[in-house]
């Protein structure tokens, strides 16, 4: 595992537990503990990434180049931030958890590989738009883009917080 990693697991993963003085307890052969606010936690990104893509549609279709590039920007660092927080902390995990469940872990996999693709075209979506001047015919571009982009992630999320998140448990809750 790399350096960056590393450092970003140990700041995910034991940040709430730490302060608390809460016993930490680890999936199966993984260094990932479970964490009891890691859902909220997740699915308050997904509010604020919500909002913050909200303000990227208003700030794109009013034609505002300044706002739109800041919408962006704030997108952009927060999805990052979720998505490492999901893959560390919540895909290891439940490939750790149900390492012995072939069905839900085929779930856990196809969700992640899923995942994968999406992030591939967000982030092709957030590089052409990041590296542009943002002009009149680049935002009405973008706009129609941001539209097909909110359908797949608004579809995303609901599957991911109603089939997914409810995998989420201690390792003594799957009989580990």
């Known amino acids: ?3 960056f990693l590393k450092w970003f697991e140990r700041k995910f993963s034991t940040s709430n537990e730490a302060a608390s003085g809460a016993e930490l307890v680890f999936a199966p052969n993984t260094s990932i503990p479970y964490r ?3 859902i909220d ?3 308050s990104d997904h509010q604020q990434l919500g909002s913050i893509f909200a303000e990227l549609v208003a ?3 009013a034609g505002k180049r300044k706002e739109t590039k800041k919408a962006l920007d704030q997108f952009e660092g927060l999805l990052y931030e979720h998505l490492l927080k999901e893959k560390i902390s919540f895909y290891i995990y439940l490939r750790g958890i149900f390492s012995q469940d072939e069905g839900t872990l ?3 996999n196809y969700f992640s590989r899923e995942m994968d693709g999406i992030q591939r ?3 092709k979506f957030l590089r052409k738009y ?3 001047s943002l002009s009149p015919s680049e ?3 973008m706009s129609h883009e941001l539209n097909g982009l909110g359908k797949a992630l608004t579809n995303r999320i609901k599957r991911e917080e109603a089939q997914l998140y409810p995998l989420y448990m201690p390792p003594s809750a799957v009989g580990q």
């Open 106 to 108: 085929e779930l856990v």
């Open 41 to 43: 936690d997740l699915k």
């Open 130 to 132: 990041r590296e542009s």
């Open 139 to 141: 935002l009405s571009e």
């Open 1 to 3: 595992m790399s350096g």
């Open 121 to 123: 075209e967000v982030m």
């Open 59 to 61: 700030a794109t279709n």
């Open 36 to 38: 009891p606010t890691l």
